[in-house]
């Protein structure tokens, strides 16, 4: 049973001002709308930003704003829902678009949020994340993980657009966002890619010497596309075909907040998933994909990406017949089950 709770209207004025000017608040008036009933207040609106829409703005930008004066030439997909000022997709997820344009370098920094790059067009650009240097190709993911140096570059000869998945509203929110700027790093040999080609298979070095937090940073297409294909080919009544993009040495998750993963659609094949506690994103690789949130229908293309607010089903169709379609997932998942509070509601 919920009890009707006494108003702030209801309290003489006086009173409530007596309190204010000691810092005090009465909690009745409140209490329902931070301890809602069954199900939290979400602000994330199901959203969606067309690839095809943003491009030429983000070209623009590159005409406008020289890489000097942007350090990162980036534009955020913000929510509506949580207003456009605050720069958040979700509660947790920052999203952001950005271009490098040929022989442009972004200077390197570290920061306290955790980041990751899904690689949406062009070629020749790369990150160097802490002495590595992981080539940037359409579909790939580079980790750059809490605290590890990263930077840009492109020795290649078109634009180079990737999305960048932080968690920058959580630490802004927990106030412990910063940067520090340092030089430009030098480039060390080895690819954690080709050290970790093959599932199960790791280097040996790995048992004698201390183990890297972040043994893996960049996860190319190829690979997670052909264990998406494998798995289904492999077994053919398996509906949820999706990988999840975890360290190689522990299997767990590769970052500590955000979960990242990837879908594979059938052709033709609709996909309900589950009302889970975690907020979503969903990115088109390749294909087109219908994506039901929350009484809204989005019509995905390539490289068109949409959130979804936890506490929601959300029902996933390739609008292709004959052909796959691949998704880029990333979700809110492992804060959920550090903080204690996943939920899956079916
Ligand atoms: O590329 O390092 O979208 O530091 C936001 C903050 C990208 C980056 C963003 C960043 C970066």
């Known amino acids: 049973m919920t009890h009707e709770l006494g108003r702030l209207e209801d309290l003489p004025k006086e009173y409530v001002q007596e309190l204010r000017d000691l810092n005090l608040v009465p909690l009745w008036p409140s209490l329902r709308s931070v301890l809602p009933p ?25 005409e406008l704003t020289p890489i000097e004066k942007a350090e990162r030439r980036v534009l955020v997909l913000a929510n509506p829902g949580h207003g456009l000022e605050k720069m958040q997709a979700s509660a947790a997820i920052y999203l952001g678009m950005q271009l490098l344009l040929p022989g442009e370098w972004a200077p390197s920094h570290r920061h306290t949020p955790n980041a990751v790059r899904m690689i949406v067009e062009g070629e020749g650009a790369y990150t160097t994340v802490n002495g590595e240097k992981c080539p940037m190709s359409r579909g790939d993911l580079i980790l750059t993980p809490t605290g590890l140096w990263h930077e840009h570059g492109h020795d290649g000869t078109d634009p180079v657009i990737w999305l960048d998945v932080l968690d920058l509203p959580l630490m802004y929110y927990i106030e412990a966002s910063y940067h520090i700027n340092g030089d430009r790093q030098v480039i060390r040999p080895g690819q954690s890619d080709q050290q970790y080609a093959r599932a199960g298979i790791v280097p040996s070095q790995v048992f004698e010497r201390s183990k890297k937090t972040y043994p893996m940073l960049r996860y190319a297409w190829k690979d997670a596309k052909l264990a998406l294909q494998s798995m289904g080919f492999d077994d053919a009544s398996l509906e949820m075909i999706q990988v999840n993009y975890v360290n190689p040495e522990t299997g767990t998750d590769a970052e500590n907040i955000l979960g990242y993963y990837a879908l594979m659609l059938r052709p033709g094949q609709t996909l309900r998933l589950p009302a889970r506690s975690p907020a979503q994103v969903f990115h088109v690789i390749e294909g087109s994909v219908q994506a039901q949130v929350v009484g809204q229908t989005f019509e995905m293309q390539e490289a068109d990406t949409c959130c979804s607010p936890g506490y929601e089903s959300v029902t996933l169709k390739n609008l292709h017949d004959h052909q796959p379609a691949f998704l880029f997932i990333a979700d809110e998942s492992p804060l959920h089950r550090k903080l204690g509070i996943y939920e899956n509601r079916g």
């Open 38 to 62: 069954q199900v939290p207040t979400r602000h994330t609106k199901a959203t969606l930003w067309q690839y095809q829409t943003l491009r030429p703005l983000l070209m623009k930008a590159g």
